[in-house]
């Protein structure tokens, strides 16, 4: 079946713009991750969405981070005023339930360069 | 506070020889430990996952793990490494409890394989 997709795949923006990354999860998986990976941070956590539960928002950097997931499914992370070191690749995972012996499943990233 | 390190940045190995890649933990209680593969350009793909039992666990394209407690290691092996096995490899460690699901990764530890 189809896995987690995301886009773009790319984006390059200006420093100060706003920019929305887009993830599609895997039909059926009620939890939704998002990771960020930078050469010099490594792969960190950003935020966790569970079903109807609240959020887990505790990667989050700054507040000029935010996510939301509507219907459960689809999710969309904001960049709001991006700053050079948003620079990145954004990593979406899903996965069929939130216990802590499910498999995340990724998505191929979309690679975000803040000029 | 749970870590993960992988000790290598790189390791280099002949195609046909074995190959180990290291990593080992810190997190109270019992571990959920998972490796992941990551190709050029691409997202994570997952490898294996020790949740309980069997401290060998077997996963994809004849990767396997062996989970030791005592010495907190979750080392990844292959008895006959591929050119197509060079990639970068992730562990990544989940704990028990609290209210999110989120990988602690390590990170990352590259793989050549040389004909």
């Known amino acids: 079946g189809a896995g987690v997709s995301q886009s773009p795949s790319n984006k390059v923006t200006e420093k100060g713009k706003d920019v929305e990354l887009r993830c599609d999860p895997i039909s059926g998986h009620t939890a939704l991750y998002w990771y960020r990976q930078s050469l010099g941070q490594g792969l960190e956590f950003l935020i966790y969405f569970q079903g109807n539960s609240a959020p887990d928002k505790s990667g989050l950097p700054s507040d000029r981070f935010s996510a939301e997931r509507t219907g459960g499914s689809v999710s969309t992370l904001t960049i709001q005023r991006t700053q050079q070191e948003d620079s990145a690749v954004y990593l979406c995972?899903?996965?069929?339930?939130?216990?802590?012996?499910?498999?995340?499943?990724f998505g191929p990233g979309t690679r975000l360069l803040v000029l | 506070a749970q870590s993960v390190a992988q000790p290598e940045d790189q390791v280099n190995v002949a195609e046909g020889n074995p190959l180990t890649v290291k990593c080992t933990y810190s997190v109270s209680g019992n571990p959920y430990l998972f490796w992941y593969v990551q190709y050029p350009n691409r997202g994570l793909q997952f490898l294996l996952k020790?949740?309980?039992?069997?401290?060998l666990v077997k996963g994809s394209y004849g990767f396997e793990a062996e989970f030791n407690k005592s010495q907190t290691s979750f080392h990844l092996k292959k008895p006959s490494a591929l050119v197509s096995d060079s990639a970068l490899y992730f562990c990544?460690?989940?704990?028990?409890?609290?209210?999110?699901?989120?990988?602690?990764f390590g990170q990352g530890t590259t793989l050549q394989v040389k004909p």
């Open positions: 020790y949740i309980t039992g069997d401290n």
């Open positions: 995972a899903s996965s069929s339930g939130g216990g802590y012996q499910e498999t995340q499943y």
């Open positions: 990544a460690v989940r704990r028990p409890g609290g209210n999110t699901g989120k990988l602690i």
